[in-house]
């Protein structure tokens, strides 16, 4: 990208498109403004974050990025191809696309490629933490921040000699992590008693944070809507196709026919960044792959988690949220849809009243999912895309909320001539 743009970023204040307003679009646009630039955010929904980022996880996991890719999953194939209550599903469709992506998902499940993925978002992940740590007028936003650390609990010794393992790796990396026995689980989180049967131990990192990425979004919205800021939201207009002509976008059309013309434009439009990067030539190799959430009332204090829990045997994580706990879990390969499945749905309610039974009468509860933007190795796209004036910051995963502000700190660089603060081939399109 360096080279391509009429001049430096510092000298020349550029009128830059960015598609999406989740997460990922809405802290490029923070970040794009800082720089001093006027920035267009376009979406299809009526306000921000709609799509993946609504009611996810909620846990900022930078010492947790280990790709969904990985050796286990060829001798879990089976049970996820014909159980009924696995955490991933596969529903087979029509769409070519799909095996085309399990094919090249299935080729990364080696143990070189997870660590070399590993090392990859670490880096990512450590930077996008020092940015929103470093970022004074993200941290007096209200989004339900919380520092309290995060516990991995493992149910089978097998499962926790794997993690001391992966605690070790990590540790020459930069990671701060604690491996606990069931015990010392207990005593940290005492919330956790009703599964105590079933720990073996699990992993601490002390380090690790929650927030609520919604809130996020909305804070970030209110902080860009001064008449200063050099900020335009553009909601409700769906964006049929990216106009090409040669190495250059001629604009964005929506689907009312408006252009939207720029400088240069940012695709951060989560799983719709497939079908917009085709009208332009590009192969995205970007699947959905849906999710599941629960928002509970915390009615008893004391019975729900103060840290972040991850339960490894069910795959589903719990994150406090000031007065609520957010419950998520499931990685469903069943094309576009987002729609709930009841028995899913149900599944992840079976297991959070087996985990906390206590922390919530259970009466109401706000379910939700959505279609993380996947790519085979779990690695986003960031920065070049063969176009001289677009730029990509699509394909996070499960990992968008963790990686936004690293990767919006990749895209300004890319913009402003300055070095990337990671290296720009481990993010590349051909790497993914």
Request: aromatic fraction near 8%.
């Amino acid at each position: 990208m360096r080279g391509t743009l009429p001049r430096d970023a510092m000298e020349y204040r550029m009128k830059i498109v960015v598609i999406g307003s989740g997460v990922v679009g809405m802290t490029t646009a923070w970040r794009l403004a800082r720089d001093g630039h006027s920035v267009t955010i376009v979406d299809r929904a009526s306000t921000t974050a709609q799509g993946a980022s609504h009611a996810n996880g909620a846990q900022l996991s930078y010492s947790y990025v280990a790709p969904l890719a990985s050796p286990g999953v060829w001798f879990d194939l089976p049970k996820y191809l014909f159980g009924r209550n696995t955490p991933m599903r596969f529903r087979p469709t029509f769409d070519l696309f799909q095996y085309r992506w399990l094919l090249k998902f299935m080729a990364a499940c080696t143990r070189e490629q997870a660590f070399a993925t590993t090392d990859r978002l670490l880096r990512l992940a450590y930077l996008s933490r020092d940015v929103l740590h470093g970022a004074e007028d993200i941290r007096g936003l209200e989004f339900a921040w919380s520092r309290a650390g995060k516990l991995v609990v493992q149910g089978s010794a097998a499962g926790l000699d794997g993690a001391r393992a992966q605690v070790e790796y990590q540790s020459q990396r930069g990671s701060v992590q604690q491996v606990l026995n069931r015990d010392a689980c207990l005593k940290l989180e005492p919330a956790l008693k009703g599964i105590a049967h079933r720990i073996v131990g699990g992993v601490y990192t002390p380090d690790e944070e929650a927030a609520d990425p919604y809130r996020l979004c909305q804070g970030i919205e209110g902080l860009l809507s001064g008449d200063n800021s050099g900020v335009t939201f553009v909601y409700g207009a769906k964006v049929r196709r990216l106009l090409r002509s040669g190495r250059r976008l001629l604009g964005v059309e929506t689907a009312s026919g408006d252009v939207l013309e720029a400088d240069v434009y940012v695709l951060a439009a989560g799983v719709a960044s497939r079908r917009l990067g085709l009208t332009a030539g590009l192969d995205l190799p970007i699947y959905p792959i849906k999710g599941y959430s629960l928002s509970l009332p915390i009615a008893n204090d004391d019975a729900a988690p103060r840290v972040s829990i991850t339960d490894t045997d069910y795959k589903v994580v719990y994150a406090r949220l000031g007065e609520k706990l957010r419950v998520a879990g499931m990685a469903d390969i069943v094309g576009n849809d987002d729609s709930i499945d009841p028995r899913r749905l149900g599944q992840l309610v079976w297991q959070a009243r087996e985990t906390f039974p206590q922390a919530t009468t259970w009466q109401q509860m706000e379910p939700w999912t959505g279609l993380r933007p996947a790519t085979p190795k779990g690695l986003p796209i960031l920065n070049a895309s063969g176009i001289d004036n677009l730029l990509l910051n699509v394909g996070h995963g499960a990992l968008g909320f963790t990686l936004a502000f690293g990767s919006a700190e990749v895209i300004a660089a890319a913009l402003a001539g300055r070095t990337s603060p990671v290296p720009e081939q481990d993010f590349a399109l051909a790497a993914a």
